[in-house]
């Protein structure tokens, strides 16, 4: 026999940082919620990053709302330090999600918000999906890819580089995973190349050690343009000409990247120079494979021991939220951080900020919660019992 609804104020779906930082600025405002999560823990995502992996923006810029990261931390935590941040921040709020609860789908109804999962159904008078931009991989095929003989999978599969010893590996797409998995690779004693397959925008992690951040927060003020304009040359002046890499420039600069393309630009953590080195070498785009490797877009040919598809990730809202005036033809929410078209719906996590996700994430939570509290606060019926 199916368990009675059950309800609430708010219902979170995901339980990763922006799920938590939800969480802890509902509590703050008073407000009832639960939260779903379809795995076993808070922040499961940072389980199954690589090794190597550490916070691109600098801590005192990525906490979540109310609760800095520890003073002992380095100034770019490591991903089992945000894990265990994650988990303190989840204990520090009470925030206990219900684990195993895979979302199938949810629906609006008078005022009332129908959630399923697939042993139980939800009902609240607000949706906040917190689920992640990162939740689905990106994993495009190219002729011939059935033949090769190697080992092909994408970036959310890779830890480390130890396997990969005095062999050669392809890096499809110079993102910021693919960059540091790059990195990792030489440091394991492998022999990386890096196909890429238009141009690109690199930015410094640190800028006369400044993080990039704090010097992107400043220029989010002015216009793209201006902003692109005025970082133009500084940035030159610490890469140097890309062009003679083997990279070619974006014709537009990382702050109009992020806007155009909800693309943010590489934060470069040590890839320039060893590219500069010859440690990694630049590939073109791929054009088919071979048995043994791959052919590029040049007509350049080469052999390789196996290819990681650092080719991104998407959201994977759709498959719940099912054809969605909400979200774009790519399955990404038009609206984050306020409410939607649809009553009492929000997504929280969603934007792609030149000044870092968790420092976006927890503009958005704040914001959020104060709306839905003024939401709820100007009803003084119930209507969770209705249907």
């Known amino acids: 026999m199916p368990e009675k609804p ?12 922006a799920g938590l930082a939800m969480g802890a600025s509902l509590r703050r405002a008073g ?11 808070v922040g499961a995502a940072w389980y199954h990053h690589y090794d190597r992996l550490h916070l691109h923006t600098d801590k005192k810029r990525s906490s979540l709302p ?4 520890p003073k002992n ?6 991903r089992l330090q945000v894990i265990e941040y994650l988990n303190a921040y989840a204990e520090r709020f009470a925030i206990e999600p219900k684990f195993g609860q895979n979302v199938e789908w949810a629906s609006h109804e008078n005022g009332v918000w129908y959630t399923a999962t697939q042993d139980r159904e939800y009902r609240s008078r607000c949706l906040v999906v917190a689920s992640g931009y990162t939740a689905r991989p990106k994993i495009p095929r190219w002729p011939g890819q059935d033949s090769y003989r190697g080992k092909i999978f994408h970036s959310s ?11 050669a590996v392809l890096v499809v797409g110079f993102g910021n995973s693919g960059g540091e998995i790059s990195i990792d690779l030489h440091e394991h004693g492998a022999k990386p190349c890096l196909a890429v397959r238009g141009p690109i925008n690199v930015i410094p992690r640190d800028l006369f050690g400044v993080p990039i951040i704090a010097v992107a927060k400043a220029m989010r003020r002015l216009p793209n343009r201006l902003a692109d304009m005025l970082t133009s040359p500084v940035v030159r002046g610490f890469f140097g000409d890309l062009r003679s890499l083997g990279l070619m420039p974006a014709r537009y600069g990382p702050f109009a990247q992020v806007d155009r393309m909800a693309l943010v630009p590489i934060i470069d953590v040590g890839t320039i120079e060893l590219i500069r080195q010859g440690h990694i070498k630049i590939c073109p785009g791929i054009e088919r494979f071979t048995e043994s490797g791959v052919v590029f877009t040049d007509g350049s040919e080469l052999d390789f021991d196996a290819v990681v598809l650092a ?4 959201p994977a809202v759709s498959s719940f939220l099912i054809d969605s005036p909400e979200l774009d033809s790519s399955g990404v929410p038009r609206r984050t951080g306020r409410e939607a078209e649809s ?16 420092r976006e994430i927890a503009r958005e939570a704040k914001r959020i919660a104060r709306a839905i509290a003024k939401k709820l606060g100007k009803r003084s019926e119930s209507v969770l019992s209705a249907g």
């Open 66 to 69: 109310y609760f800095r990261f």
């Open 311 to 314: 080719t991104g990730f998407r």
């Open 73 to 78: 931390y380095p100034k770019y935590p490591s």
């Open 343 to 358: 009553p009492g719906l929000f997504f929280c996590g969603f934007y792609i900020a030149p000044t870092g996700m968790f």
């Open 6 to 17: 059950s309800r609430t104020e708010v219902l979170i779906i995901g339980a990763g940082p």
């Open 31 to 41: 407000v009832p919620f639960e939260i779903l999560e379809r795995e076993d823990r």
């Open 157 to 167: 599969e890779y830890k480390n580089g130890a396997p990969y010893r005095d062999r």
